[in-house]
């Protein structure tokens, strides 16, 4: 008798083979049959008709912080997810030397919009060293396996201390302290390294984060720590300046190493390069022996504004700012008052507290074009006569007026969507070639991240709504999807004990009605320590997720079981090839 079985799915098994309709048995934690299961499992679990896929693997993602308190880890394991990897974009909370916590949560904070009251109030700093962080966040079960990096703004903070300012240059022996760092992070579990170099991440104060200016030198210097371990993936947010010449450093370091170089690959007024020349670059490496590889979103990174959000198109009016530090109600029966709209209508938004950062307020106070309303069943590849500027012209009103009485709708809880980076042409079209690359994986949800503006760890289901049933201008392929977002993933981490639905892999499985699959309207919740605020988005479909041969989810509701825990290093890959 099995622990489980799952009977009749349409198998999608993540290799990215054609679905075939089979049985799946689990014992224990791991898959021990596919195709026509005659022994009964302890637990059934009727599939007919649903799709049958592994786990889903997000390796963008913030959870540093919440996954020292939270074993549901939501919004991720709403959508199929079963692993994360965190400690990206180079911000994280270990390294932490004691009198550096409230700079590493002003760091996390300013680039990443994650409430720093619920960071302060949540975390409990039990640990200094990033080993000690590692054991930290193996003492919490959880829905799903978490994995992370060493991340270069802690690591900076530990070793420079005072010295650690925007363009400050360490010592040699400083790069040697950080290699340091980077290598014992690596050998006690960490999966690689993280680092930022672009002007939109910046601190709560404003100050840009730590890698931004970091020399050529340095970073390989911490590239070849990793080198010495012989694993890790080197990943990397960048405005990819020209002048940087990041590419070639990258290949470089990606062939001396022999280790992946992955970075955020994006259609963005703040790069230097178009995303046609990043892909163009990255493969000219590759093709000299490197091994670079491009995360890609799966739809514009778009900001959703509201009144009670991060940012909204009044945000940097005088009028705005005058109520902006007063209770919900306060400022709820002020934007009633038609006195209080005409006057905020009427204002100039006040300039840019920072000239980098001058074109995408900008787009955020006055882009009526690319601002969408959002409503119920959005589509999140709109065409321009959806946008906030057309509606208002056909209803013959200014687009200020129009956002605003839109933001005043459901008792003052409308949104409006800003896809602020992927959305230059107006459409996803130059996605689609770049989801059937090798040479790219699925990326950049930021999981647990940009908590009053951006919503995007539902990505997994996107994919599967709009990108394989829905999507008008063409779509792709079941298999290929989960592909994508399974096996590429969990191979670029080296987690190759995942990713695939054969015998002797993790039992981690979604159940999938794909007839039913489909993302809810996003929410602002309040429920981080302190009250913090996050944005929130469900999904119907999710018939099961299995971790680890578990139920974690039933109905997009969770259970009691929490198998989920702490990776520690890559996942050795000869057991499996020896049960296929």
Known sequence: MHDLVIRGGTVVDGTGC???????????????????????????LDATGKIVSPGFVDVHTHYDGQATWDDEMAPSSWHGVTTVVMGNCGVGFAPAKPDKHDWLIGLMEGVEDIPGTALAEGMTWNWETFPEYMDALEELPRTIDVATHVPHGAIRAYVLGDREKPGAVPTDDDV??????????????????????????????GELVPGTTATKEELIGIGRAMGRVGYGVFEMASDLNREWDEFGWMGDLSRETGLPVTFAALQSIAKDQPLEEQIANMRAENDNGANIVAQIALRGNGIIMAWQGTVHPFVRKPSWEAIADLPWEEKYARLNDPEFKAKLISEASLPAENVDMAPVQFIVTDGWAMHYQMDDGFNYEPTAEESINARANAAGVTPAEYAYDLLMSDDGKGLIYLPILNYIDGNLDFLHALQHADDTVNSLSDGGAHCGTICDAASPTFMLEHWVKNRERGTITIENAIKRQCLDTARLYGLHDRGVLKPGYLADVNVIDMDRIKLGKPWLAFDLPAGGKRLLQKADGYDYTIKSGQVTFKGGIVTDKRPGGLIRGPQNAEMLEAAE
């Open 176 to 205: 040697e302290q950080m290699s340091k760092i980077v290598e014992d992070g690596l050998r006690a579990g960490a999966l690689g390294f993280s680092t930022s170099r672009t002007v939109l991440h910046r601190s709560v104060d």
């Open 18 to 44: 054609a679905p075939f309709t089979a049985d799946i048995a689990i014992d224990g934690d791991r898959v021990s049959q596919v195709g026509t299961v005659t022994a009964e499992g302890r637990e059934e």
